[in-house]
């Protein structure tokens, strides 16, 4: 039986990808083109390249640095230590969070119109969320499903 070749992502989701990876950096520091989320899958298998996540950090315009820790689990001191070692990969969970947190503020963005509104809106307390602030559900998988669904909500106008 012959093998399926791999169908290319829908646009949409293609797209959606080349947001995040450009969040990341892009191939220049992800040393790969994103093109299906199997490669995005590969990638958080083997740990993002630390210096994904000090040029994610430099792109953001509103949030401080001390704010998302916990989004991408860990401690200000451990991300400090992460800037002085760019080369050193980050763990597959510190990966995956990362990931999800450019996941989101790249969705936050295309809702609001802009990075800057995106990442205003991470930041303040949300009626749809229990006066909560998004970027503080973002520290565990039910409160990312919860931020993820109010996006969608928004989005939608409902």
Do not use: C
Request: proline share 6%; net charge neutral; aromatic share 6%.
């Amino acid at each position: 039986m012959a093998a399926a070749a791999e169908k290319p992502a829908p646009k949409g989701l293609s797209n959606d990808l080349q947001k995040v990876a450009d969040l990341l950096g892009g191939p220049r520091i992800l040393s790969r083109r994103i093109t299906s989320t199997l490669d995005a899958h590969e990638l958080l298998l083997d740990g993002l390249p630390g210096s994904a996540l000090t040029h994610f950090v430099g792109r953001l315009v509103f949030i401080q640095t001390d704010s998302p820790g916990k989004a991408f689990g860990m401690s200000l001191r451990t991300f400090q230590r992460r800037k002085d070692a760019p080369d050193k990969p980050l763990s597959q969970e510190q990966s995956g969070r990362t990931w999800k947190f450019a996941e989101i503020l790249a969705k936050a963005t295309d809702v609001f119109g802009s990075q800057e509104e995106a990442e205003q809106w991470l930041e303040r307390p949300a009626i749809g969320l229990d006066q909560r602030r998004p970027i503080d559900l973002l520290a565990t998988p039910v409160g990312i499903e919860l931020v993820e669904q109010y996006l969608a909500r928004l989005a939608y106008g409902v």
